[in-house]
Nanobody
């Protein structure tokens, strides 16, 4: 199984980015996808989650209304649309996958995911 993120970059505060996560080697519909981020000196934190089978989503409070997670099962791809970006959003962003077992428990916890991409850098700066 493999995940590869893309779409990171440098943008000014208030700008937008769309990250993509392309999955291969497993049945996309059967896996939950989480987006995580890790800023320098901080722990990796869960940002948002989607269950491709039922489209259920969750977000942490700090990104609600600004970030949107989605998935295209036909393309084995998950997306993270990020709007109104802030300097505190600066981090390496990772997508992760775990088998969908019927619930969304601990969706924010990195240890609950089996597969990870290498990450993509997002920098918000003027």
């Amino acid at each position: 199984a493999q995940l590869v993120e893309s779409g990171g970059g440098l943008v000014q505060p208030g700008g937008s980015l769309r990250l993509s996560c392309v999955a291969s080697g497993f049945t996309f519909d059967d896996f939950d996808i989480g987006w995580f981020r890790q800023a320098p000196g901080k722990e990796r934190e869960g940002v948002t989650y989607i269950s491709p089978s039922d489209r259920r989503t969750y977000y942490i409070d700090g990104v609600k209304g600004r970030f949107t997670i989605s998935s295209d099962n036909g393309k084995n791809t998950a997306y993270l649309q990020m709007n109104n970006l802030k300097p505190e959003d600066t981090a390496v962003y990772y997508c992760a996958a775990r088998p969908h077992l019927g619930g969304s428990n601990w969706w924010w916890h990195p240890a609950r995911y089996d597969y990870w991409g290498p990450g993509t850098q997002v920098t918000i700066s003027s």
